[in-house]
T-cell receptor, first 120, second 109 residues
Framework: NAGVMQNPRHLVRRRGQEARLRCSPMKGHSHVYWYRQLPEEGLKFMVYLQKENIIDESGMPKERFSAEFPKEGPSILRIQQVVRGDSAAYFC??????????????????FGNGTRLTVT | KQEVTQIPAALSVPEGENLVLNCSFTDSAIYNLQWFRQDPGKGLTSLLLIQSSQREQTSGRLNASLDKSSGRSTLYIAASQPGDSATYLCAVPSEKLVFGKGTKLTVNP
């Protein structure tokens, strides 16, 4: 049973280019979360998606960042016109349940190995 | 707003030592608390999840305790090994999962 798969593992982009990060959740999981980890910082929540729906994007920067989770295929985190400050590790996690319900917090999230974005 | 703090930021110990990692949180109204391990260049591996009604959770050489009223959790690692070297993160659900910055542990052979 494959875990959460993220690709690419490493991504290098020049300032102004676009970055696309992909996340395939664990089999049977329909909820995806994106987190960003800056150097020497903790993980910060960015966005929570279900299939074809954005549930909570309160952690997403207002500009240049977008996320989707289509009916078919992986979830995509897209960063347009990247800047050096976007350099970070981006982690995806998945869950089978809606984490707004109390009982769902009893199951831990499953994380991927992350995509390390470097903007030169 | 929930905030999670981990002390120390880094810890270096000789192999075989027992050690304690600390985690504190500002809002004691939590469902549970999770401890994760992060290896360099890798994702997060869930180690232990303590429910709010529990005081302790054990897995092998790891023991996590939770004191909701004081807003603290500790992760105890017995008989540390070089393979335990990693960054240890604690996290609490609060609308989203809120993480501490982690403790980077190095166990020297």
């Amino acid at each position: 049973n494959a875990g959460v798969m993220q690709n690419p593992r490493h991504l290098v982009r020049r300032r102004g280019q676009e970055a696309r990060l992909r996340c395939s959740p664990m089999k049977g999981h329909s909820h995806v979360y994106w987190y960003r980890q800056l150097p020497e910082e903790g993980l910060k929540f960015m966005v929570y998606l279900q299939k074809e729906n954005i549930i909570d994007e309160s952690g997403m920067p207002k500009e240049r960042f977008s996320a989707e989770f289509p009916k078919e295929g992986p979830s995509i985190l897209r960063i347009q016109q990247v800047v050096r400050g976007d350099s970070a590790a981006y982690f995806c996690a998945s869950s089978p349940l809606n984490r707004d319900s109390q009982s769902s917090y009893n199951s831990p999230l499953h994380f991927g190995n992350g995509t390390r974005l470097t903007v030169t | 707003k929930q905030e999670v703090t981990q002390i120390p930021a880094a810890l270096s110990v000789p192999e075989g030592e027992n050690l304690v990692l600390n985690c504190s949180f500002t809002d004691s109204a939590i469902y549970n608390l999770q401890w994760f391990r992060q290896d360099p260049g890798k994702g997060l591996t869930s180690l232990l999840l303590i429910q709010s009604s529990q005081r302790e959770q054990t897995s092998g050489r790891l023991n996590a305790s939770l004191d909701k009223s004081s807003g603290r959790s500790t992760l105890y690692i017995a008989a540390s090994q070089p393979g335990d070297s990693a960054t240890y993160l604690c996290a609490v659900p609060s609308e989203k999962l809120v993480f501490g910055k982690g403790t980077k542990l190095t166990v020297n052979p």
